[in-house]
């Protein structure tokens, strides 16, 4: 599993098809670093997802592919339409600076 997978993850889980306002670059095959509100290390592993403002919805998900995102420090999802608890697995993203 790859970031780019636990990415599409939260996705498909928040309404990303359907909702999101922002999604550009999303599914492509260039670095996950061109897609909308992501940044990448040297190593193209993601330390900061950006997505304030966008409509994601429903809740996050508990999933073994969020964990992947080992390398993340920023993780911003305010002022979206998000439900339920921060989930357990984020408690295993041992970089997580802010929330």
């Not at 780019?4 to 996705?11: G, K, V």
């Not at 193209?44 to 997802?49: A, D, N, Q």
């Amino acid at each position: 599993m790859s970031d780019r997978d636990a990415l599409l993850c939260l996705y498909e889980h928040t309404g990303g098809s359907r909702r999101w306002t922002r999604k550009d670059e999303w599914f492509r095959q260039e670095s996950v670093n061109t897609w909308y509100g992501v940044k990448t290390d040297e190593g193209g592993h993601v330390f900061s997802l950006e997505l304030s403002e966008n409509r994601l919805m429903g809740e996050l998900p508990d999933s073994n592919r969020l964990r992947r995102l080992v390398n993340i420090q920023i993780l911003s999802l305010e002022s979206n339409l998000l439900t339920g608890p921060v989930p357990k697995s984020f408690a295993l993203m041992q970089n997580l600076r802010f929330l």
